[in-house]
Nanobody, 124 residues
Framework: QVQLVESGGGLVQPGESLRLSCAAS????????IGWFRQAPDKEREYVGG????????HYADSVKGRFTISGDNAKRTVYLQMDNLKPEDTATYYC?????????????????WGQGTPVTVSS
């Protein structure tokens, strides 16, 4: 049974950092990509970035490129979303999701498994 569990959300001030974790279980790591998405109140869920265990490759949305970093730890079966220089517009619930060999990290419909989400609030 595929499970994804996010953790690490919280309240931070603008300019601060936060690291989210996505613990994965129930599937072969090299067959899945992990995507990070976020959803702010009254907005659609949007792609933040993606990570493939094959080659440890990461991809980012333009809105977070240069501020967010995605990495994976095979031994812990965990993908991390390091968020630096956070802005109020980064406030949202963040979700990790799993997709079996997706053609494109950004294609939300490719992700069949989702975590429960972890809230991030950036406010002074």
């Amino acid at each position: 049974q595929v499970q994804l569990v996010e953790s690490g959300g919280g309240l931070v001030q603008p300019g601060e950092s936060l690291r989210l974790s996505c613990a994965a279980s129930g599937f072969a790591l090299d067959s899945y990509a992990i995507g990070w998405f976020r959803q702010a109140p009254d907005k659609e869920r949007e792609y933040v970035g993606g990570f493939s265990w094959r080659g440890n490759t990461a991809h980012y949305a333009d809105s977070v490129k240069g501020r967010f970093t995605i990495s994976g730890d095979n031994a812990k079966r965990t993908v991390y979303l390091q968020m630096d220089n956070l802005k109020p517009e980064d406030t949202a619930t963040y979700y990790c999701a799993g997709a079996l060999n997706p053609p494109n990290f950004t294609w939300i419909k490719a992700y069949g498994y989702w975590g429960q989400g972890t809230p991030v609030t950036v406010s002074s």
